[in-house]
């Protein structure tokens, strides 16, 4: 298979990466990703990692308290799953760096893009952390930003659910999934994409986004190569 992207940005939600656990991490879940993140390296395509950390923090877990601090905390859920995941790469040969928004340097590189950017064109993953290193923005956010930072051609959403659906697929039976959608569609029906401000800074910087599944990590191969699963959201033609 040939690849249709020269350099993606691979966004993983932490619950993906707890596996068929509610917190924490799956090492057979992890393993299995990162041996198709490096068949996709070997493909010659730079792989950039956005990472969330709702499998060990969410904001809204903390109820009571300061917005800001419980962002802050979510970050550092960041920072652990991209150990986890810079770890698994490196014992299968691949080099990673992973740099944070908010320093710490004894364990990544603080956020430089320029430096993100010489990594990948040196066939290093690089790994973002710590979102944007301001409260009150998403991982997603962090994706679509970093994604136009580095001039990704394509944004890989990996999720628990193989699509965009136009309602809770865990809910509803019945619930229909989108094959495409245009970004505007997305902000006007409220879909859950990605949040607002990570939607409008695709659409501002026409970046398209591939929705699906991770439960089958080959999938992330399969979109590499431009097999059309799960959702695209993109701007009209």
Not at 175 to 192: P, R, T
Not at 211 to 222: A, C, M
Request: glycine residues 10%; aromatic residues 6%; hydrophobic residues 40%.
């Amino acid at each position: 298979m040939e690849p249709k992207y020269k350099r993606v940005l691979l966004k993983v939600s932490g619950e993906a990466l707890a596996g068929g656990k509610s917190f924490g991490l799956d090492s057979d879940t992890i393993g299995a990703v990162t041996d198709v993140i490096k068949r996709v390296v070997d493909m010659g395509v730079g792989v950039a990692i956005v990472v969330g950390g709702g499998n060990f923090w969410r904001g809204r877990t903390g109820e009571n308290m300061d917005r800001t601090r419980a962002d802050h905390m979510g970050m550092l859920a960041t920072v652990i799953n991209s150990l986890a995941l810079q770890d698994a790469l490196e014992q299968r040969g691949v080099p990673t760096r992973v740099q944070t928004a908010i320093e710490m340097r004894q364990i990544a590189e603080p956020y430089i893009r320029g430096k993100a950017d010489k990594h990948l064109e040196k066939g290093r993953v690089v790994i973002f952390g710590c979102g944007t290193g301001n409260p009150f923005f998403s991982t997603d956010t962090t994706a679509a930003l970093r994604a136009a930072e580095i001039n990704a051609d394509i944004i890989l959403l990996a999720k628990k659910v193989d699509g965009v659906y136009d309602s809770d697929p865990n809910i509803n039976p019945h619930a229909k999934m989108f094959s495409e959608l245009k970004y505007i569609d997305v902000l006007n029906k409220g879909l859950g994409v990605m949040d607002s401000t990570a939607t409008s800074l695709c659409m501002d910087n026409h970046i398209p986004i591939r929705v699906f599944g991770l439960e089958n990590p080959e999938n992330i191969i399969k979109v590499v190569c431009g097999e059309e699963i799960g959702t695209i959201v993109k701007e009209e033609e």
